[in-house]
């Protein structure tokens, strides 16, 4: 069993950056492949990266450049530092938390653990 606490969400100004954090509970968290996905008002949740137990990253193209994951498998966090936020990236994100490789990294049902969600909202 695996417990997910997000925090770091708040307002922010576009242009502006934020780093959201998940912090993990779990004695095997290093083999687990972390993600953050998320979900804006009246749409459907949505892949933002996700890190492999490696630590390397993949990105959805809507934030390729602007966002990067990273993880601490000593600590059992993963963060997610968001550069060049735009209106459009106003979501709530969700850490997640797959136990085995997903055979599509970018669909919610592959992910077994989740948090509770932290807002990000970007003003113009």
């Known amino acids: 069993q695996v417990q997910l606490v997000e925090s770091g969400g708040g307002l922010v100004q576009a242009g502006g950056s934020l780093r959201l954090s998940c912090a993990a509970s779990?004695?095997?968290?290093?083999?687990?492949?972390m993600g953050w996905f998320r979900q804006a008002p009246g749409k459907e949740r949505e892949f933002v990266a996700i890190?492999?137990?490696?630590?390397?990253?993949y990105y959805a193209d809507s934030v390729k450049g602007r966002f990067t994951i990273s993880r601490d498998n000593a600590k059992n966090t993963v963060s997610l530092l968001m550069n060049s936020l735009k209106p459009e990236d106003t979501a709530v994100y969700y850490c997640?938390?797959?136990?085995?490789?997903?055979?599509?990294?970018?669909?919610?049902?592959?992910?077994?653990?989740w948090g509770q969600g932290t807002q990000v909202t970007v003003s113009s």
């Open positions: 997640a938390a797959a136990s085995r490789i997903p055979p599509v990294v970018t669909r919610v049902a592959n992910y077994n653990y």
């Open positions: 779990g004695r095997t968290f290093s083999n687990y492949v």
């Open positions: 890190s492999w137990s490696g630590g390397s990253g």
